[in-house]
T-cell receptor
C-alpha cells in the first residue's frame, strides 16, 4: 500500500518533443504528489507538485495530470530541451512532505 | 545562503567501521529526513525527525542511528551492522510535517565501503 510505481525506467525524446512519465499509487490516504528533478551527483529539487483536489497543474513547460479514480498521475514536459536531461522522481505523501514515498525514477535523455 | 549542507561529499569506510554523515540546515525547518538512494530503487526513508530530541524510524532504519540535539543538525551514523552501506545518502528538511510543505534536499554524500 505504500508503493509508488513509476514508468518508464528510461526515456529518450527528441528535442522539441513531449516527455511523459507515469506513476501509480495504492494508498488512497496520500494527498500530496510532488515531482523531483535530479542531476547527476546532486540532490533532487522540487519541480512541481499537486494535490488531489485538482486534475491538472501547469508550470511553464511542466504539467502534472492527476486521475484520482485510477490512482495515477503523470508528468508532461512540453517542448523538451537537452537541459531537461535528468532523472525524474515522482513521490507521494500524506500531509505534505512528511515521509515521502518515491517512485523508482526515470532517466530522461533529450537528444538535440 | 540558506540551504542544506551535507558533508563530506565522498566518504570511504572500511569493513566494520562506523561512520557519521553530517547534515546542517539554516532554513529554520522543524522536520529533517535521511534518505538512501540506490540505482533503480528511488529514495528510501531511513529516519526522520519532526522536532528536536525526537526522531522516528523510516522504512530501512536497521544498521543506522541518528540524533537531533539541535534544530539545525541531524547527523546520521552508519554502523557496522549495516550490511550493504555503499549508497548515495540524501538529507532533506521541510518547514513542518503538514499540508503543502516542500522538502528541500542537500547535495548528498556518496559512501563507499572499501
Amino acid at each position: 500500500q505504500q508503493q509508488v510505481k513509476q514508468s518508464p525506467q528510461s526515456l529518450i525524446v527528441q528535442k522539441g518533443g513531449i516527455s511523459i512519465i507515469n506513476c501509480a499509487y495504492e494508498n488512497t490516504a496520500f494527498d500530496y504528489f510532488p515531482w523531483y528533478q535530479q542531476f547527476p551527483g546532486k540532490g533532487p529539487a522540487l519541480l512541481i507538485a499537486i494535490r488531489p483536489d485538482v486534475s491538472e497543474k501547469k508550470e511553464g513547460r511542466f504539467t502534472i495530470s492527476f486521475n484520482k479514480s485510477a490512482k495515477q498521475f503523470s508528468l508532461h514536459i512540453m517542448d523538451s530541451q537537452p537541459g531537461d536531461s535528468a532523472t525524474y522522481f515522482c513521490a507521494a505523501a500524506k500531509g505534505g512532505a512528511q515521509k515521502l514515498v518515491f517512485g523508482q525514477g526515470t532517466r530522461l535523455t533529450i537528444n538535440p | 545562503d540558506g540551504g542544506i549542507t551535507q558533508s563530506p561529499k565522498y566518504l570511504f569506510r572500511k569493513e566494520g567501521q562506523n561512520v557519521t554523515l553530517s547534515c546542517e540546515q539554516n532554513l529554520n525547518h522543524d522536520a529533517m529526513y535521511w534518505y538512501r538512494q540506490d540505482p533503480g530503487q528511488g529514495l528510501r526513508l531511513i529516519y526522520y525527525s519532526q522536532i528536536v530530541n525526537d526522531f522516528q524510524k523510516g522504512d530501512i532504519a536497521e544498521g543506522y542511528s541518528v540524533s537531533r540535539e539541535k534544530k539545525e543538525s541531524f547527523p546520521l551514523t552508519v554502523t557496522s551492522a549495516q550490511k550493504n552501506p555503499t549508497a548515495f545518502y540524501l538529507c532533506a528538511s521541510s518547514i513542518q510535517a503538514g499540508v503543502n510543505t516542500e522538502a528541500f534536499f542537500g547535495q548528498g554524500t556518496r559512501l563507499t565501503v572499501v
